[in-house]
């Protein structure tokens, strides 16, 4: 039953990580791209390992990813923050629908 969870929880991670692919390659400016990286990237690594966990049971491993998925809920989030706030700070500007900055 454990194998199954973890392969649905890796097809979850599967597709956020497609939808961070397709957000970076679609969407107009770096603030915006940054922000489809930043949420469903993170999402898309936790369920991944998450899966990865689940499908190898209780064992030194999946108390190994545990640690990465504590690790990387914290660091995407501040890695995504501090990324903006340097290209702001750089004055790299705002994308507005007009095509004007």
């Known amino acids: 039953m454990n194998q199954w969870i973890g392969i649905f929880l890796l097809f979850g991670g599967l597709f956020f990580i497609i939808v961070t692919a397709v957000g970076v390659v679609r969407l107009p400016d770096f603030y915006t791209r940054l922000h489809a990286t930043g949420k469903s ?10 899966g990865l966990a689940f499908y190898h049971g209780i064992s030194l491993t999946s108390f190994k990813m ?5 690790f990387i809920l914290f660091a995407n989030p501040i890695g995504t923050h501090l990324l903006s706030r340097a290209a702001y700070r750089a004055g790299l500007k705002h994308w507005e629908k007009g095509g004007q900055p």
């Open 41 to 50: 990237e993170t999402l898309g690594i936790l369920l991944s390992f998450l």
């Open 66 to 70: 545990l640690l990465i998925i504590l």
